[in-house]
């Protein structure tokens, strides 16, 4: 079982649309981290949830939010999208090191 | 501040070439961890070490190894007898323990594996 899942794999937006992106984290984890790779940007940590709380966040506007639900699974949501939010999001536990889910690839039109 | 560069933007390589992967980091704190991490082709970040900083051991796992350095704030990382399959993007990372749950990562190392 993979230790992260993240649905949906593609997601193609219109400018200015609202984005919503799935993590579930392998069962025993209450944590969530979420990522955000974008071209030329590198990895940047976005959001951390824990125990259904925010806990932490990285250096992004509010129209980056999100929640974590009873069952320890999570949403990013992403308002008025805008070109530059076109990356790759990972969602990630942590163990000894991050383990990573295979991420949702936006992409803003 | 914490910072993680990674100078070698892309390497390329001939298929049973060494290759050394370079990494300094930037911290304040005395207690850290360094991670690196491989993001091949498909795109899914793939966890490969965690060092702690009170640990200056250098490690080796198969074709892999790694050499940390307090003195110099390198994790240096090398591949002995390079493969294709190792052809992927390779990052540094590192964490604070005052903020472990934020890594930082650096810009990444593309590597590629000539056949």
């Known amino acids: 079982e993979a230790g992260v899942t993240q649905s949906p794999t593609h997601l193609i937006k219109t400018r200015g649309q609202q984005a919503t992106l799935r993590c579930s984290p392998i069962?025993?984890?209450?944590?969530v981290y979420w990522y955000q790779q974008a071209l030329g940007l590198g990895l940047q940590f976005l959001l951390w949830?824990?125990?259904?709380?925010?806990?932490n966040r990285g250096n992004f506007p509010p129209r980056f939010s999100g929640r974590q639900f009873p069952n320890y699974s999570s949403e990013l949501n992403v308002n008025a999208l805008e070109l530059e939010d076109s990356a790759l999001y990972l969602c990630?536990?942590?163990?000894?090191?991050?383990?990573f889910g295979s991420g949702t690839r936006l992409t803003v039109v | 501040a914490q910072k993680v560069t990674q100078a070698q933007t892309e390497i390329s390589v001939v298929e049973k070439e060494d290759v050394t992967l370079d990494c300094v980091y930037e911290?304040?704190?005395?207690?850290?961890?360094l991670f690196w991490y491989k993001q091949p082709p498909s795109g899914e970040l793939v966890f490969l070490i965690r060092?702690?900083?009170?640990?200056?051991q250098n490690e080796i796992s198969g074709r892999y190894s790694w050499n940390f350095q307090k003195s110099t704030s390198s994790f240096n990382f090398t591949i002995t007898a390079s493969q294709v399959v190792d052809s992927a993007v390779y990052f540094c990372?590192?964490?604070?323990?005052?903020?472990?749950?934020?890594?930082?990562f650096g810009p990444g190392t593309s590597l590629s594996v000539i056949p």
């Open positions: 990630a536990i942590l163990t000894y090191g991050y383990t």
């Open positions: 069962s025993g984890h209450t944590s």
């Open positions: 949830y824990d125990e259904g709380e925010e806990r």
């Open positions: 911290t304040r704190d005395t207690t850290y961890y």
């Open positions: 060092r702690n900083s009170f640990d200056e």
């Open positions: 990372a590192l964490s604070e323990e005052t903020s472990y749950d934020k890594v930082i």
